[in-house]
């Protein structure tokens, strides 16, 4: 696609529910991202992969939160049971690999509502 | 050592004046530093970035200032315009070891008045 996509683009779960995020990068671009951002706060790191290499999980703030890319192309945010601290907007990003145009391009977040 | 800094946390002009967000980090091994605006209800995107060879570096009436000793960055943005009204962050992250994750700051809420 033209840019990166994330779906849903809202959601409003239950407390103690499962969630899944999807993120579409764009096309070719080897590197993912993602990041929270709470409500008037910066970008939090989450995770992060690079191509077919481990990826960095040292963001994730729980072991609630996890994360996968398939195919290195898709890739799919799990929280489980939810709380309600769990409130923001999750964004993705991807980039071109190692080189030196590393700008990242973000999608437009899904908004997580956790009642 | 992660961590960026980032002030202020908000900042209101007259249109025509110049806004000044200043970042400022502590891990030497950063060596690129972008700056991302945000719109509300959109992802951040990609204004100007530096890499710290230049000590300073301008795209239309965007500029960034670095100054390596300091370990401080600044986006300048000349003759803001209400349309610049929009939420800015800094970042920073290690191209030479080949980790591209993004380290941001806290972001600056500007408020550009007509």
């Known amino acids: 696609g033209a840019g990166v996509s994330q779906s849903p683009s809202n959601k409003v779960t239950e407390k103690g529910k499962d969630v899944e995020l999807r993120c579409d990068p764009i096309?070719?671009?080897?590197?993912l991202y993602w990041y929270r951002q709470s409500l008037g706060q910066g970008l939090e790191f989450l995770i992060y992969?690079?191509?077919?290499?481990?990826?960095?999980k040292s963001g994730l703030p729980s072991d609630r939160f996890s994360a996968e890319r398939t195919g290195g192309s898709v890739s799919t945010l799990t929280i489980q049971r939810t709380q309600q601290e769990d409130s923001a907007v999750y964004l993705c990003?991807?980039?071109?690999?190692?080189?030196?145009?590393?700008?990242?391009?973000f999608g437009q977040g899904t908004r997580l509502t956790v009642v | 050592q992660q961590q960026v800094k980032q002030s202020p946390q908000s900042l209101i002009v007259q249109k025509g004046g110049i806004p000044i967000i200043n970042c400022a980090y502590e891990?030497?091994?950063?060596?690129?530093f972008p700056w991302y605006q945000q719109f509300p209800g959109k992802g951040p995107a990609l204004l100007i970035a530096?890499?710290?060879?230049?000590s300073e570096k301008k795209e239309g009436r965007f500029t960034i200032s670095f100054n390596k000793s300091a370990k401080q960055f600044s986006l300048h943005i000349m003759d803001s315009q209400p349309g610049d009204s929009a939420t800015y962050f800094c970042?920073?992250?290690?191209?030479?070891?080949?980790?591209?994750?993004?380290?941001f700051g806290t972001g600056t809420r500007l408020k550009v008045l007509a």
């Open positions: 990003a991807s980039s071109l690999g190692p080189g030196m145009n590393t700008e990242a391009f």
């Open positions: 096309s070719g671009h080897t590197a």
């Open positions: 992969f690079q191509g077919n290499s481990a990826p960095d």
């Open positions: 891990n030497t091994a950063f060596d690129y």
């Open positions: 530096i890499r710290p060879d230049v």
């Open positions: 970042a920073a992250s290690k191209e030479r070891t080949g980790t591209y994750k993004y380290i």
